[in-house]
């Protein structure tokens, strides 16, 4: 079946809608970032960059590190954005545009994203790196498709001990890939379940001169457990990444600078070092891959 113009959205020079990149022109390894400005600060440690490309908040790169290709987007703020640049990634992989059909060989992308986020907890130091090996999405993104839903009892059971009123968002739960997990895994690094929620402020208990409406909902957060596990940092972006992944046959994960802790309020004095930090580390565990 040809997708028609109006789901299958295409620039007049053949280019996919948002992301403005023909396939050629995408790695089958992606690294994300929310950052537009962070594209260029994985890419200057490349060996050669073969395109660049920059529309709306969509900042992308490909090019060689250590012989590895590897494709550089920035998605913007949140899940909606997710929504937007995971979509597209895969019809660059698996749509021919000629025809308009999905290809008959399936190309499964390594998306990795590179974010910073707050911990919940503190045997997750301000200044660490985390990976994240599942996340629950406050967010509502994945009710919008047709899926089933992973550990339902657990999540289920998550949800009411959290004492969670459900008319906000629906949570879901979704997991990274296990092989990436278990490549990039290390004595060096943390490993938890993430949080994703739908904004910066009160979704994540922030409060300026807007209330939340649930003032003890981050402190409930940080001690109820899902299935054995702690929540162990708040975030924007990660479960829907792992639920769009997962839905459309690629592996993913999500490797975050610790640049704060919720709890103690405390928030790091050398951002920019973690954040380098952690896009050296992952530069050379993919380059092994």
Do not use: C
Request: net charge negative.
């Amino acid at each position: 079946m040809a997708f028609p113009a109006s789901e299958l959205i295409l620039n007049p020079d053949g280019s996919i809608y948002h992301l403005n990149i023909k396939p050629e022109q995408l790695a089958e390894t992606v690294i994300t970032v929310g950052d537009p400005d962070r594209v260029e600060k994985v890419t200057a440690h490349f060996d050669e960059i073969e395109f660049s490309q920059r529309k709306r908040e969509f900042h992308i790169q490909t090019g060689y590190f250590k012989e590895k290709r590897i494709t550089v987007v920035s998605t913007g703020i949140g899940t909606d954005n997710i929504d937007i640049v995971l979509n597209e990634l895969d019809a660059l992989a698996n749509i021919d545009f000629e025809t308009r059909e999905v290809k008959k060989k399936h190309t499964s992308l390594k998306i990795i994203r590179l974010g910073t986020t707050g911990s919940l907890q503190e045997n997750v130091p301000i200044g660490s790196i985390l990976i994240s090996k599942a996340a629950i999405g406050f967010d509502g993104l994945a009710h919008f498709y047709k899926f089933q839903q992973q550990s339902a009892s657990a999540l289920g059971k998550f949800i009411q001990d959290l004492d969670y009123a459900e008319e906000k968002s629906r949570p879901y739960f979704s997991e990274a890939d296990q092989g990436l997990l278990d490549q990039f895994n290390a004595d060096e690094v943390n490993v938890g379940i993430t949080a994703t929620n739908p904004g910066f402020y009160a979704p994540q208990g922030r409060q300026l001169r807007g209330k939340v409406s649930d003032p003890d909902f981050i402190q409930r957060l940080s001690t109820v457990n899902f299935n054995g596990n702690q929540i162990s940092n708040l975030e924007m972006e990660t479960a829907g990444i792992y639920f769009l992944s997962n839905l459309l046959g690629h592996q993913a994960l999500s490797i975050n600078a610790v640049l704060a802790n919720r709890l103690t309020g405390g928030f790091s004095k050398k951002p920019q070092a973690i954040t380098t930090k952690m896009i050296k580390w992952t530069l050379e565990k993919l380059a092994q891959l």
